[in-house]
């Protein structure tokens, strides 16, 4: 059974860097073409895709914010972790880990989402 | 890369059938055959619905079907429910090897 849990601030101040971990179980990041991604919605408003990491470390970013972005894996822990910089106010928003099977392009299994505010 | 054209709300009574679009463009819902669907109940995380733009996933109601035409894909409800009430979102893979995700409908049932 997969499954996925985000963790990390729920509350972080304008210009400061986020850092958000997946932690997951029922499946391996070593094994061939499977991947781990993040996608965000603001409140009230739609999802918006930010990156995905792959078994062999190949690294996917929205182009609009790639500049700000870095994700990482820790295979040994089974955990995979997001860095966001220079964080705004419209940034704000649940963020969601989900999971990509291997030579899939959708994602079949999603984390509950944790909220992140950013508020001075 | 602009998020995929969704109406913003579709409603209908129960027993009948709705139908949701999501128009994309050449780099991505026309390019290729990897558009989904996802619903996402309130305060809940989505579940995909459909996949390479017909297929269903293990225990997904077959109420639920895909179809694409040109630029434009197509979410169809038969059969139309009272737990079917909810947001539903589009996603197409692009020419950029990433993902764009459609401005999501609200669904409603009357």
């Known amino acids: 059974q997969i499954t996925l849990k985000e963790s990390g601030p729920t509350l972080v101040k304008p210009t400061q860097t986020l850092t958000l971990t997946c932690s997951f179980s029922g499946f391996s990041l070593t094994t061939g073409g499977v991947g781990v991604g993040w996608i965000r919605q603001p409140p009230g408003k739609a999802l918006e895709w930010l990156a995905l990491?792959?078994?062999?470390?190949?690294?996917r970013y929205s182009l609009s914010l790639k500049n700000r972005l870095t994700i990482t894996k820790d295979t040994s822990k089974n955990q995979v972790v997001l860095t966001m910089t220079n964080m705004d106010p419209v940034d704000t928003a649940t963020y969601f880990c989900?999971?990509?099977?291997?030579?899939?392009?959708?994602?079949?299994?999603w984390g509950q989402g944790t909220l992140v505010t950013v508020s001075s | 890369q602009s998020a995929l054209t969704q109406p913003a709300s579709v409603s209908g009574s129960p027993g009948q059938s709705i139908t949701i679009s999501c128009t994309g463009t050449s780099s991505d819902v026309s390019e290729y055959n990897y558009v989904s669907w996802y619903q996402q109940h309130p305060g809940k995380a989505p579940k995909l619905l459909i996949y390479d733009v017909t297929d269903r996933p293990s225990g997904v109601s077959n109420r639920f079907s895909g179809s694409k035409s040109g630029n434009t894909a197509s979410l169809t409800i038969s059969g139309l429910q009272a737990e079917d009430e909810a947001d539903y979102y589009c996603s197409s893979y692009t020419s950029s090897s990433t993902y764009v995700f459609g401005t999501g409908t609200k669904v409603t049932v009357l």
């Open positions: 989900v999971h990509q099977e291997w030579n899939q392009l959708q994602f079949d299994y």
């Open positions: 990491i792959y078994n062999d470390d190949d690294k």
